[in-house]
Nanobody
Framework: QVQLVESGGGLVQAGGSLRLSCAASGRTFSTYAMGWFRQAPGKEREFVAAFRWRDGITYYGDSVKGRFSISRDNAKNTVYLQMNSLKPEDTAVYYC?????????????????WGQGTQVTVSS
């Protein structure tokens, strides 16, 4: 079992920045990758960013590439999502996820554990 606790969501103006945190606990040694997804009302869950523990490789969705950055603090078992140049279309519930796969990390099926989600709202 892996438990994920998210924090850092909130309201921010367009062009602003926000950093989300995801603290992992439990059987974290079985976690090969961690990712961030987001879901707006009435839309499918969308890939945002992922980190692969094995080699530190990161992946980003096309809509956030160049604006968002995923990072980690190994000592705290925490993954962060730094969001810059935020746009109203970034408004969504953001979910942290963990899984035991090294591939297919852009897809929700690669992940076994999910956080509760944190709301990010970007105003115009």
């Amino acid at each position: 079992q892996v438990q994920l606790v998210e924090s850092g969501g909130g309201l921010v103006q367009a062009g602003g920045s926000l950093r989300l945190s995801c603290a992992a606990s439990g059987r974290t040694f079985s976690t090969y990758a961690m990712g961030w997804f987001r879901q707006a009302p009435g839309k499918e869950r969308e890939f945002v960013a992922a980190f692969r523990w094995r080699d530190g490789i990161t992946y980003y969705g096309d809509s956030v590439k160049g604006r968002f950055s995923i990072s980690r603090d190994n000592a705290k078992n925490t993954v962060y999502l730094q969001m810059n140049s935020l746009k109203p279309e970034d408004t969504a519930v953001y979910y942290c996820a963990a899984g035991n796969q090294n591939y297919g990390l852009l897809h929700v099926s690669a992940y076994d554990y999910w956080g509760q989600g944190t709301q990010v709202t970007v105003s115009s």
